[in-house]
T-cell receptor, first 113, second 110 residues
């Protein structure tokens, strides 16, 4: 099956801890994105990458970091600098650089202990 | 600043009726507009894309209109079914940017 996978489904973070969310796609898409979704809020863009080894900050990049070493993988690290990390994190990909139709993964819910 | 609004947080309708969801925007000139469906605890799923030079687009029981003068899109689900119950997101795109609305939660009662 082609698609986007995210792991884990739930993730718990302790104070001062960095955690990494996984995102893998086998759709051969060039572009990948990370969004954050809070209750009653629209999706907000954290980071995006249009090609391997290149990525750009989105609207709320502070406290997050990413890497894009392989076309199919785009992990997101939530650092200790992110003071309010509790949210639903969504990874997406799209086949072209124009960022039109996006295909989303199932999401990871991050909770703070 | 750019602003996108979906008319209501929640919409309740009876099975068989047509559901109409509204997406309004200001301070933006999108090249295209999309609608996504999101079920609880899951990622959004793409439904339809309509471009700025298109007035209407249909897919099965779904219809989307796009009025760039009114800065508004209407999303219709005809002959609605309980299985259509979900949150529907509007998204505007232009020059590589995509902005999402907060969504409208649709509940279709049998």
């Amino acid at each position: 099956d082609g698609g986007i996978t995210q792991s884990p489904k739930y993730l718990f973070r302790k104070e001062g801890q960095n955690v990494t969310l996984s995102c893998e796609q086998n759709l051969n898409h060039d572009a990948m994105y990370w969004y954050r979704q809070d209750p009653g809020q629209g999706l907000r863009l954290i980071y995006y990458s249009q090609i391997v080894n290149d990525f750009q900050k989105g609207d709320i990049a502070e406290g997050y970091s990413v890497s894009r070493e392989k076309k199919e993988s785009f992990p997101l690290t939530v650092t200790s600098a992110q003071k309010n990390p509790t949210a639903f994190y969504l990874c997406a990909s799209s086949p072209g650089q124009k960022r039109e139709t996006q295909y989303f993964g199932p999401g990871t819910r991050l909770l703070v202990l | 600043s750019q602003k996108i609004e979906q008319n209501s947080e929640a919409l309740n309708i009876q099975e068989g009726k047509t559901a109409t969801l509204t997406c309004n925007y200001t301070n933006y000139s999108p090249a295209y507009l999309q609608w996504y469906r999101q079920d609880p605890g899951r990622g959004p799923v793409f439904l339809l894309l309509i471009r700025e030079n298109e007035k209407e687009k249909r897919k099965e029981r779904l219809k989307v209109t796009f009025d760039t003068t009114l800065k508004q899109s209407l999303f219709h689900i005809t002959a609605s079914q309980p299985a259509d119950s979900a949150t529907y997101l509007c998204a505007l795109g232009s020059q590589g940017n995509l902005i999402f609305g907060k969504g409208t939660k649709l509940s279709v009662k049998p």
